[in-house]
C-alpha cells in the first residue's frame, strides 16, 4: 500500500501490526494477535476519522493516489467482449486514450477513457492519461460510429488535462478540444461520463459533455489543477491547499453546483484500498443511469444534454 502524506500515522500503525504478525509466523514464541488486533481497530478508527473530512487538497491527493483503479480496470471488470479501436485515420494512435465496442450488462455499447497506467513503463506509453489530438480525434470517431449503430456511450475521465506539448500544440490541441465537446452535444444516444480519478481542465470536459455525470465521492473535476491555478493567480504553486478550496473541485461542491449529477460512495479509505468494491458501485451506477435515459429520443437526449449545460451556473453559487 502507498502512503499519502496525511495517512503517515496510519502507516505507523499498520506497519506495526504488520510487524507484529510477522513475528508471529515466525514461530519466536510470542502470542503476537491481540496486541495486532488492537492495532487494527485503532487504524480502523483512524482511517475513519481521516476521510471522514476531507479537504479538498486533501481529496486531490486521493484521486491521484497511484493505486486508484484506472480505466484499463473498469472495462476489465464492468466491461464483456472489449474489442479496441485503434487510430484517428489522420495521424495515428494515442495510447493516453483508449475506446472500442463492448458489452455492458450484455448491452452493446461503446467505452471510451483516459489510461494513465500503472507502472513507471505504463505511465510513459500512457503518456500519465494526458491525451494528443489524436486522442480526442479517435474518440470522436467512435462517439460517431456509436451514434450511427445507436449504441450508448460511456466514458471514462481520469487525467492531468490535455498534454500542453508543442507538438501536440501544432497538430491542432484546442480544436481536437473543441471538436470533441461539440461531438459530445451531437450524437443522439445516452451519454454517460464517470470521473473515476482526476477531471482535469478542457482534456475532462471534451468526453465528459454527457446527459449524465458521475463522480467517484473523492474524485476532483475542474478546469485547472490546483498548482497550475496557484501559479497563475499567486505566482506560487506552493498555494496549491488554498487554490483546490477555491476551485470547488470535489464531488460534494460540484453536485451543490450542479455541475454533476450523482456521487457514488467509496469504500473506507477511497477506491484504492478495496477497488473490486467500487468499480462495482460504478457499474451499479452506469446501469441505473443508462436506464434511465433509455426511453428518451435521439432528439430528447440532444435537446436535455445542451440544457443541462446551458443551466449551468444558475445553482449553488449564492
Same mark, same amino acid.
Given at each position: 500500500?502507498?502512503?499519502?502524506?496525511? #495517512?503517515? %500515522?496510519?502507516?505507523?500503525?499498520?506497519?506495526?501490526?504488520?510487524?507484529?504478525?510477522?513475528?508471529?509466523?515466525?514461530?519466536?514464541?510470542? *502470542?503476537?494477535?491481540?496486541?495486532?488486533?488492537? @492495532? *487494527?481497530?485503532? +487504524?480502523?478508527? @483512524?482511517?475513519?476519522?481521516?476521510?471522514?473530512?476531507?479537504?479538498?487538497?486533501?481529496?486531490?491527493?486521493?484521486?491521484?493516489?497511484?493505486?486508484?483503479?484506472?480505466? /484499463?480496470?473498469?472495462?476489465?471488470?464492468?466491461?464483456?467482449?472489449?474489442?479496441?479501436?485503434?487510430?484517428? /485515420?489522420?495521424?495515428?494512435?494515442?495510447?493516453? =486514450?483508449?475506446?472500442?465496442?463492448?458489452?455492458?450488462?450484455?448491452?452493446?455499447? =461503446?467505452?471510451?477513457?483516459?489510461?494513465?497506467?500503472?507502472?513507471?513503463?505504463?505511465?510513459?506509453?500512457?503518456?500519465?492519461?494526458?491525451?494528443?489530438?489524436?486522442?480526442?480525434?479517435?474518440?470522436?470517431?467512435?462517439?460517431?460510429?456509436?451514434?450511427?449503430?445507436?449504441?450508448?456511450?460511456?466514458?471514462?475521465?481520469?487525467?492531468?488535462?490535455?498534454?500542453?506539448?508543442?507538438?501536440?500544440?501544432?497538430?491542432?490541441?484546442?480544436?481536437?478540444?473543441?471538436?470533441?465537446?461539440?461531438?459530445?452535444?451531437?450524437?443522439?444516444?445516452?451519454?454517460?461520463?464517470?470521473?473515476?480519478?482526476?477531471?482535469?481542465?478542457?482534456?475532462?470536459?471534451?468526453? +465528459?459533455?454527457?446527459?449524465?455525470?458521475?463522480?467517484?465521492?473523492?474524485?476532483?473535476?475542474? =478546469?485547472?489543477?490546483?498548482?497550475?491555478?496557484?501559479?497563475?493567480?499567486?505566482? *506560487?504553486?506552493?498555494?496549491?491547499?488554498?487554490?483546490?478550496?477555491?476551485?470547488? @473541485?470535489?464531488?460534494?461542491?460540484?453536485?451543490?453546483?450542479?455541475?454533476?449529477?450523482?456521487?457514488? %460512495?467509496?469504500? @473506507?479509505?477511497?477506491?484504492?484500498?478495496?477497488? /473490486? +468494491?467500487?468499480?462495482?458501485?460504478?457499474?451499479?451506477?452506469?446501469?441505473?443511469?443508462?436506464? #434511465?435515459?433509455?426511453?428518451?429520443?435521439?432528439?430528447?437526449?440532444?435537446?436535455?444534454?445542451?440544457?443541462?449545460?446551458?443551466?449551468?451556473?444558475?445553482?449553488?453559487?449564492?
Amino acid at each position: 500500500m502507498t502512503y499519502l502524506d496525511f #495517512e503517515k %500515522p496510519l502507516a505507523d500503525i499498520e506497519g506495526k501490526a504488520e510487524e507484529l504478525r510477522a513475528m508471529g509466523q515466525k514461530g519466536e514464541g510470542v *502470542d503476537v494477535e491481540k496486541e495486532a488486533a488492537a @492495532l *487494527d481497530k485503532k +487504524a480502523g478508527a @483512524l482511517l475513519k476519522e481521516l476521510y471522514g473530512n476531507l479537504d479538498a487538497w486533501r481529496k486531490t491527493q486521493v484521486a491521484r493516489h497511484p493505486e486508484r483503479p484506472h480505466c /484499463r480496470d473498469y472495462i476489465d471488470a464492468l466491461f464483456t467482449e472489449y474489442t479496441p479501436l485503434a487510430g484517428d /485515420r489522420a495521424f495515428g494512435d494515442d495510447h493516453a =486514450v483508449m475506446g472500442g465496442l463492448a458489452r455492458f450488462n450484455d448491452t452493446p455499447c =461503446v467505452v471510451i477513457g483516459h489510461e494513465k497506467g500503472n507502472d513507471t513503463k505504463s505511465r510513459i506509453t500512457h503518456n500519465f492519461g494526458m491525451a494528443r489530438p489524436e486522442g480526442y480525434r479517435k474518440a470522436i470517431r467512435l462517439m460517431d460510429l456509436a451514434n450511427r449503430f445507436n449504441l450508448p456511450v460511456i466514458t471514462l475521465v481520469d487525467t492531468p488535462g490535455a498534454y500542453p506539448g508543442k507538438g501536440a500544440e501544432e497538430r491542432g490541441q484546442s480544436e481536437a478540444i473543441a471538436r470533441s465537446t461539440e461531438k459530445c452535444l451531437q450524437i443522439g444516444v445516452p451519454l454517460v461520463s464517470v470521473i473515476i480519478g482526476e477531471g482535469g481542465s478542457g482534456g475532462a470536459v471534451a468526453f +465528459a459533455t454527457a446527459n449524465r455525470i458521475i463522480m467517484l465521492e473523492h474524485s476532483i473535476y475542474s =478546469v485547472i489543477s490546483p498548482e497550475g491555478c496557484a501559479s497563475i493567480l499567486w505566482k *506560487d504553486a506552493e498555494k496549491m491547499r488554498e487554490a483546490a478550496e477555491a476551485l470547488r @473541485l470535489t464531488a460534494q461542491d460540484l453536485k451543490k453546483l450542479g455541475v454533476i449529477d450523482t456521487i457514488v %460512495p467509496e469504500p @473506507l479509505g477511497g477506491a484504492q484500498r478495496d477497488p /473490486r +468494491a467500487a468499480m462495482d458501485a460504478v457499474g451499479k451506477q452506469i446501469a441505473a443511469s443508462l436506464k #434511465e435515459l433509455s426511453g428518451k429520443s435521439g432528439p430528447e437526449l440532444i435537446r436535455d444534454r445542451r440544457q443541462k449545460f446551458l443551466d449551468m451556473g444558475k445553482k449553488g453559487l449564492g
